[in-house]
């Protein structure tokens, strides 16, 4: 692939792929059966798998008429820095396990399409690998163990040019996968990953000791460890994957500048709080101008609005670019963003708002 080649073929993108779910369709048909469950499953019977789609049913859309829309758009602003539109791409890592350009080619994606991407520690791509020059992209730290070893990949986000640290906090151990594990998943052994094992080791423990609460646990990081993180970055700190209003208050108090709710995809704890409840919580608990961004389940344009009306300043997509990756590479996942946007911009205009500050809870009924 050169850089630009694929993405001139935008225009031309077969008839059956119309949807995000028509490309988990076709990604199922790229990927080894074992890649494909690692992708597409999630925490022991995969409930909240379920539930982050189902939830979106259950809120219905009560459109204003008549609105002049004329000066209508996407665009937003967070820490002080203008995003055109509101979907970013989740932090997911290990991307050549689904395409041999991996991250290269998402990048180069979500910045045709002024994507803002959150780039995954388990990147297999290294940062001063992707454009300098590119205002939308964040970095998202995974707790290294340690301050020592968390600091130099804090310090080569700000060298490299990202805007902001994404720290994920709802995985301090790894999610219990009962379909990966039936399929003997494992990453390839001669995988790349430029800034960091892919596993931090554990601590050694005495045999008296417990294994979990005392080795792993032990490393996993801790609200002064994000006091810490925040005193030394210049960039806006934030944290993904909280669901308790009170640990959103209590990151908000040390400086925590946004929070990404989410349930890490169903990933980690099965049965979590539905994310897009907790949103809602979250946000009757906090100061109206706290940035809060959702992920989890967002397949379609009015899924987006309905998160936006719930409180989110802007949501992440996490599968299904990695759909459009598999499928087709850079073309895929800029075909996929660009259709979430278009779904979600006819939604805007046929719901009479003009911004998304107008979004609010006023166009949504529950039963
Ligand atoms: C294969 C895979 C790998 C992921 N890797 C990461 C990661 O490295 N860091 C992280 O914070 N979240 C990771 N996530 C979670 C996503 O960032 C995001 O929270 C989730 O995919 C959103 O749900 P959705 O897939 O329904 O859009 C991963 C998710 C998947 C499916």
Not at 146 to 167: C, D, H, N, T
Not at 172 to 190: C, K, M, S, T, Y
């Amino acid at each position: 692939m050169t850089s630009t080649q694929p993405l001139a073929a935008l225009n031309e993108i077969p008839a059956y792929l119309q949807t995000l779910l028509d490309y988990e369709k076709q990604a199922v048909q790229h990927l080894a059966p074992d890649v494909w469950g690692y992708l597409s499953g999630g925490a022991m019977r995969e409930i909240s798998v379920g539930q982050n789609l189902s939830q979106f049913e259950r809120i219905q859309l009560i459109p204003r008429h008549l609105n002049d829309l004329t000066q209508g758009n996407t665009s937003l602003e967070l820490f002080g820095q203008h995003y055109p539109h509101p979907i970013f791409l989740a932090p997911i890592g290990h991307q050549q396990l689904f395409h041999p350009q991996g991250e290269a080619a998402t990048t180069l994606a979500a910045e045709v399409m002024q994507s803002n991407y959150v780039l995954s520690t388990f990147t297999n791509t290294a940062m001063d690998q992707l454009n300098p020059h590119n205002p939308y992209k964040w970095f998202q730290l995974y707790w290294q163990g340690s301050r020592e070893k968390s600091y130099p990949l804090i310090g080569q986000a700000e060298q490299y040019g990202f805007k902001a640290i994404v720290i994920t906090v709802d995985a301090p151990h790894v999610g219990i996968r009962d379909r990966e594990r039936q399929l003997a998943f494992h990453l390839p052994n001669d995988m790349q990953h430029p800034h960091t094992p892919t596993h931090i080791s554990f601590p050694d423990v005495s045999p008296s000791e417990h294994k979990l609460f005392n080795g792993l646990m032990k490393v996993s990081p801790k609200w002064d460890d994000i006091e810490w993180l925040v005193k030394n970055t210049q960039l806006p700190v934030l944290l993904k994957g909280v669901l308790h209003p009170a640990d959103a208050k209590k990151a908000i108090e040390l400086g925590v500048q946004g929070l990404i709710i989410s349930n890490h995809g169903g990933r980690i704890l099965d049965t979590s709080i539905s994310p897009l409840t907790a949103l809602e919580i979250i946000k009757d608990h906090l100061p109206a101008d706290i940035p809060l961004l959702y992920d989890g389940g967002i397949r379609r344009g009015t899924d987006v609005f309905k998160a936006l009306a719930l409180g989110a300043s802007a949501v992440l997509i996490g599968r299904p670019y990695i759909y459009g990756l598999a499928t087709a590479g850079a073309l895929g996942v800029a075909h996929v963003i660009r259709t979430l946007l278009e779904e979600f911009e006819v939604t805007m205009a046929l719901m009479g708002t003009a911004t998304l500050k107008e979004i609010n809870r006023d166009y949504i009924y529950r039963s």
